[in-house]
């Protein structure tokens, strides 16, 4: 059975502090996600990889970076927590090259900060 | 800026009953992709529709792509409280663009 495995399901920080999301999957997928799920606003894409030590920025990278250095692993780093990142994260992956594959998705990482 | 409008926002439904709802845009899109969200989990792939006027089935649900591929429909058939979740569509054309989604309540 395939698996997006999302190291936390909830976690609380204070504004200021680091924050590290890590997604692992075991399907060797090329391509990772993570994106932000808002109600009203839907799945919105934060930063992509299609490779290893390859990203790409999505729609809402400001405030984000990530970090791939290896195939099934990507990390989601908030270097500076605000509350206005307070967010359910979802992190995917997809075996094919560009935009056309099926996307499998972790539980999500529900993220607060206060 | 919602490239894909979802609507109805909110339904609550009786079990047994049928239901439609929708995913619209002004852009037209190379396919189209259903995911269906339960509470505490991530989205799962439905279906993916690709031509124009494709509809497909899967079990009670049909899934049906505009002719023009800008708009598609997901329709319920004797809904279920299994069939309770939020229902997302994503475009796919350039990118992948998600839709805010329908969040389905039935009631047993």
């Known amino acids: 059975d395939v698996k997006v495995t999302q190291s936390s399901r909830y976690l609380v920080k204070r504004t200021g502090e680091k924050v590290f999301l890590e997604c692992v999957q075991d399907?060797?997928?090329?391509?990772m996600f993570w994106y932000r799920q808002d109600p009203g606003l839907g799945l919105r894409l934060i930063y992509f990889s299609y490779d290893v030590k390859m990203k790409e920025k999505g729609d809402i990278p400001e405030g984000y970076s990530v970090s791939r250095e290896k195939k099934e692993r990507f990390s989601l780093i908030l270097e500076s927590a605000s509350t206005n990142q307070t967010s359910m994260y979802l992190c995917?992956?997809?075996?094919?090259?560009?935009?056309?594959?099926?996307?499998?998705f972790g539980e999500g990482s529900r993220l607060t900060v206060l | 800026t919602q490239l894909l409008e979802q609507s109805p926002q909110f339904l609550s439904i009786q079990e047994g009953e049928n239901l439609t709802v929708y995913c619209n845009s002004s852009?037209?899109?190379?396919?189209l992709q259903w995911y269906r969200q339960e509470p505490g989990e991530g989205p799962v792939l439905l279906v993916t529709v690709v031509t124009g006027g494709e509809v497909k089935k899967l079990k009670r649900l049909t899934f049906q792509f505009g002719d023009a591929r800008k708009d598609s429909s997901l329709h319920i058939t004797a809904a279920q409280p299994g069939d309770t979740g939020l229902y997302l569509c994503?475009?796919?054309?350039?990118?992948?663009?998600f839709g805010a989604g329908t969040r389905l309540t039935v009631k047993p």
């Open positions: 399907m060797d997928h090329e391509n």
């Open positions: 852009s037209v899109f190379s396919s």
């Open positions: 994503a475009g796919v054309g350039n990118d992948m663009r």
């Open positions: 995917a992956s997809s075996y094919w090259a560009g935009w056309t594959g099926e996307l499998f």
